[in-house]
């Protein structure tokens, strides 16, 4: 399959075909390998599968946002190039009348307005369609359809979004949304705990297996308990992050001299997960049971041993408190690492199967990071965080998402463990306008309000309090170095305000934009 790749009229001087895969008629990327010619503007795709198929890669949009887009699904034609601002514009269209129709605005709506852009949109592309011979002019009339087509699919997804608030707020369950952050600070001023404590109404505790056991049936409690001993006297409710995860950062050294040996190391699991469940009970009511399984496998688990290593970490926090809740914790949800990594499960599959294998959970969580440099990090847009989200929900299961997070710069941060010496401008994508303290805000409140119009959406994480100290994602914290407020708490107290009118105590936001979504 091959494109010709214009942007501005003009072929890029190079594309990040790092971050650029295909995907089937399902959404499950697809191995491929990808030549790119900049003198030509040629985009040669080479699949092994046949049938069907979209390419996904990062584009400019006019009006500054530069997103992971993808194509309409479509057939190998040879060495006839498909014009790539064309087809993304088309495969938008597509996925705006899907949601359309799944959203129930199949016969108008939810605007007129909408419903006029739409018409313009098909407009541009039946003009562009008819002149593909004249790829410059085109291109022109597609990425101007795309632009649209990308304004209007946000509209629609935010549309959908107060219509789904509404319902929840008329039911009485708006209120029942948490909002919670990563709690992994070891040195935290009094300040700094008040603005915890007056964000949220539940912190996250990593219970890393390294630093609990650094040696083996050697445990180091410490932090763990003072840290819960101060949340629950705060009042805050307290879930145990993190319990399992195949990752080398995550699993103690010792482990490895079981490498081998399945079963030992599956007992080891069982032990680890009981003892931080018993030694909790009562007072951590939630647990991420499994973290990231279907992609950080470090020790080449066959697919059944994933599968059993899962269902012996949710059986023992249910074991240890049958009344505890157990969220299967899912990272990448799009699932871009899989169409390089074929011993990996892709997240939704991985979820499918551990339903069908009986696997006892109560919730399905989703980390979701936007905005920097890194293999499933590139920013999407809001309709597809939408129809994302849709797609788990549908599983049947309530969905928390465990651990959010965008930039709020675009310098370096050594400090960030993903991205942060390679941060810049462009890397990760862009939201209308490079990343700054105000766009993180607005996208903060932007993607709250998406994910509190879900009926199955029960909790919202940010995984960043601070940028004071080490944190994960680059620009990610709420709070500043100095441990002053970003505008992106402010706006957080303005969330929580408006679904708990009374809870939200502390300083009043000031010289802060409330837009409406």
């Not at 990090?377 to 997070?405: C, E, I, N, Q, W």
Request: hydrophobic content about 40%; charged content about 25%.
């Amino acid at each position: 399959m091959t494109f010709k790749v214009l942007v501005g009229g003009k072929p890029p001087a190079e594309l990040d075909l790092d971050s650029t895969y295909m995907t089937s008629l399902e959404g499950q990327p697809v191995r491929a390998r990808f030549q790119y010619v900049p003198e030509t503007g040629l985009l040669f795709c080479e699949r092994r599968e046949e049938g069907l198929a979209a390419l996904n890669l990062p584009w400019p949009v006019r009006g500054g946002s530069r997103l992971m887009l993808r194509t309409a699904l479509l057939p190998d034609r040879g060495e006839k190039p498909y014009l790539a601002a064309l087809e993304l514009a088309r495969g938008r269209l597509t996925e705006v009348w899907r949601k359309k129709d799944d959203w129930g605005y199949i016969y108008g709506g939810p605007s007129e307005a909408i419903e006029e852009e739409i018409q313009k949109v098909k407009m541009l592309l039946a003009r562009a369609q008819t002149i593909q011979d004249s790829s410059l002019a085109a291109n022109d009339l597609a990425e101007e359809a795309l632009g649209r087509a990308m304004s209007v699919g946000e509209r629609l997804a935010l549309a959908e979004a107060r219509r789904g608030m509404g319902q929840r707020r008329r039911d009485g369950e708006l209120g029942r949304v948490d909002f919670g952050c990563i709690w992994d600070s070891t040195d935290a001023p009094p300040r700094a705990r008040e603005r915890f404590g007056e964000a949220f109404n539940y912190a996250t505790v990593p219970m890393v297996w390294r630093d609990i056991e650094p040696r083996e049936h050697e445990y180091n409690w410490k932090w763990h308990d003072d840290w819960i001993h101060w949340l629950e006297a705060k009042g805050l409710a307290i879930k145990g992050g993190s319990l399992v995860r195949f990752a080398d950062r995550y699993l103690p050294d010792w482990v490895w001299i079981w490498e081998n040996d399945f079963e030992t190391i599956r007992d080891a699991v069982f032990d680890h997960v009981e003892q931080c469940v018993q030694r909790y009970r009562g007072r951590v009511d939630h647990w991420d049971a499994a973290t990231g399984l279907h992609v950080e496998n470090c020790m080449n688990f066959s697919l059944d041993r994933v599968i059993e290593v899962t269902r012996v970490c949710c059986h023992a926090v249910k074991r240890a408190d049958p009344s505890a809740q157990v969220v299967l914790d899912l990272v990448t949800p799009w699932g871009e690492y899989y169409a390089t990594n074929q011993r990996s499960i892709w997240p939704y599959h991985y979820a499918e199967m551990c339903l069908n294998a009986g696997v006892t959970f109560d919730a399905i969580g989703l980390e979701m990071f936007f905005g920097a440099k890194g293999q499933g990090y590139y920013l999407r847009d809001m309709l597809a965080v939408s129809d994302l989200l849709d797609r788990f929900g549908a599983l049947g299961k309530p969905v928390h998402l465990t651990a959010v997070g965008t930039p709020s710069g675009t310098s370096p941060d050594p400090g960030a463990a993903v991205g942060g010496g390679d941060h810049g401008t462009e890397a990760g994508g862009i939201w209308h306008q490079p990343w700054d303290e105000s766009v993180q805000a607005d996208w903060l409140q932007t993607f709250y309000h998406v994910a509190m119009g879900k009926p199955f959406v029960r909790a919202i994480s940010w995984r960043d309090f601070s940028d004071h100290q080490a944190h994960y994602f680059p620009h990610g914290g709420l709070l500043r170095k100095d441990l002053q407020p970003k505008i992106a708490y402010q706006r957080l107290l303005g969330l929580r305000q408006e679904i708990w009118p009374d809870a939200v105590g502390g300083e009043e936001p000031s010289n802060v934009l409330w837009p409406e979504i």
